[in-house]
T-cell receptor, first 115, second 108 residues
């Protein structure tokens, strides 16, 4: 299917476990982003990538790792999950810069619960 | 950095008009986005303003005043399906900084 997809859509894990959230887009967009969304905080940027093999930290990167070996994939790994990482995670992509008016397109989200 | 403020909640009646305000402080301005997010779903693009003034798209309009650091989203002829969160966002290079969102509840 075309567009941007995330998997899994729902995940329950335990404290201390490693978890990887997958994101795949079929538009060949250069830019990809990971956000988390929590009540009262809105969307906060975790990591972003400007191209394959180029990634950088966002606002809340601690406890997360990303990689981007292929343009279409941008997995997010929680190395040792904590309860504070319980959240809804959104992946997004854009063709160009938000600063020139290019919108970001969001995946359907992954609801992660850490017990 | 960016500091973006918008009201937490608003309630309106079906058929009415609601105005959602957004104020921002940013070191460099490159436009302002509005997104709509229904409960349990992803945000979707509504509008982008980079010049001062009002832009209309059907029942939805977005206004920007760069000198005042202020924008609003105007929803006219409200429908039940307009019940959602509305997020304003300000670009910083290729990143977006989001406000916490305004939850609009439309009542019959």
């Amino acid at each position: 299917d075309a567009g941007i997809t995330q998997s899994p859509r729902y995940k329950i894990t335990e404290t201390g476990r490693q978890v990887t959230l997958m994101c795949h887009q079929t538009w060949s967009h250069s830019y990809m982003f990971w956000y988390r969304q929590d009540l009262g905080h809105g969307l906060r940027l975790i990591y972003y990538s400007a191209a394959a093999d180029i990634t950088d930290k966002g606002e809340v990167p601690d406890g997360y790792v990303v990689s981007r070996s292929k343009t279409e994939n941008f997995p997010l790994t929680l190395e040792s999950a904590t309860r504070s990482q319980t959240s809804v995670y959104f992946c997004a992509s854009s063709e160009s810069l938000a600063g020139v008016g290019d919108t970001q397109y969001f995946g359907p989200g992954t609801r992660l619960t850490v017990l | 950095g960016q500091n973006i403020d918008q009201p937490t909640e608003m309630t309106a009646t079906e058929g009415a008009i609601v105005q959602i305000n957004c104020t921002y402080q940013t070191s460099g301005f490159n436009g302002l986005f509005w997104y709509q997010q229904h409960a349990g779903e992803a945000p979707t693009f509504l509008s982008y303003n980079v010049l001062d003034g009002l832009e209309e798209k059907g029942r939805f309009s977005s206004f920007l005043s760069r000198s005042k650091g202020y924008s609003y989203l105007l929803l006219k002829e409200l429908q039940m399906k307009d019940s959602a969160s509305y997020l304003c966002a300000v670009p910083n290079d290729y990143k977006l900084s989001f406000g916490a969102g305004t939850t609009v509840t439309v009542r019959a």
